[in-house]
């Protein structure tokens, strides 16, 4: 079975701290995609970043980091600086080769409070 | 390009009313999917499509039927709407190609809040 685990139901930091949002999948699959999304409180989905299986390297956007380790099954999400735009549910999604499911974590409530 | 587009955006029914949600993509997406999102759980996934005239259920398909009878449109229907499908809906497409390429960034719409009373 395949399954996302965000334990971190909400995170509250100040504007400027550093904030990690883990991420933890099971998949028996050799070829999966993860995916982080985020969703600001007006509600759309927005796309933050897809990582395939064979690909560990870390991947560095502005402020955005993600940290992929297969040997942990994690795939955590860190903002750096972090602002008060920042603010959002953040989910982490799998998609397995098996199928054509997207199974998505919880969401983590990101606070970021100026 | 309108991208990924849902109407309505909110809809109040009562308990055994049926009711469409539309969704519209302008891409030539293949694959399209509906999901639904309740308070402190991830979105799940109801029915997807790969193609045109090609549907399958997803993780909660009960109580829900799709078509999908052209690529742009992928209608989602309630049969007898019940107060556990008060929820918000959202419809998802995305390029569907085989290879290291497969699963692409899937295009979320607005979203529909549904209610039922």
């Known amino acids: 079975a395949q399954k996302v685990t965000q334990a971190q139901t909400e995170i509250s930091v100040v504007e400027k701290e550093d904030v990690t949002l883990d991420c933890v999948y099971e998949t028996r699959d050799t070829t999966y995609y993860l995916f982080w999304y985020k969703q600001p409180p007006s509600g759309e989905l927005v796309f933050l970043i897809r990582?395939?299986?064979?690909d560990e390297q870390n991947e560095i956007s502005g402020r955005y980091s993600w940290n992929f380790q297969k040997s942990t099954s994690s795939f955590n999400f860190t903002i750096t600086a972090s602002q008060v735009v920042d603010s959002a549910v953040y989910f982490c999604?799998?998609?397995?080769?098996?199928?054509?499911?997207?199974?998505w974590g919880a969401g983590t409530k990101l606070i970021i409070k100026p | 390009n309108a991208g990924v587009t849902q109407t309505p955006k909110f809809q109040v029914l009562k308990t055994g009313q049926s009711m469409t949600l539309q969704c519209a993509q302008d891409m030539n997406h293949e694959y399209m999917s509906w999901y639904r999102q309740d308070p402190g759980m991830g979105l799940r996934l109801i029915h997807y499509?790969?193609?045109?005239?090609?549907?399958d259920q997803g993780e909660v398909p009960n109580g829900y039927n799709v078509s999908r009878s052209t690529t742009e449109d992928f209608p989602l229907r309630l049969l007898s709407a019940a107060p556990s499908q008060t929820s918000v809906y959202f419809c998802a497409s995305s390029l569907l190609a085989g290879g290291p390429s497969s699963y692409n960034e899937q295009f979320f719409g607005p979203g529909t809040r549904l209610t039922v009373l």
């Open positions: 990582r395939n299986s064979f």
């Open positions: 499509s790969v193609g045109a005239g090609i549907t």
């Open positions: 999604a799998l998609e397995a080769d098996s199928n054509y499911q997207l199974i």
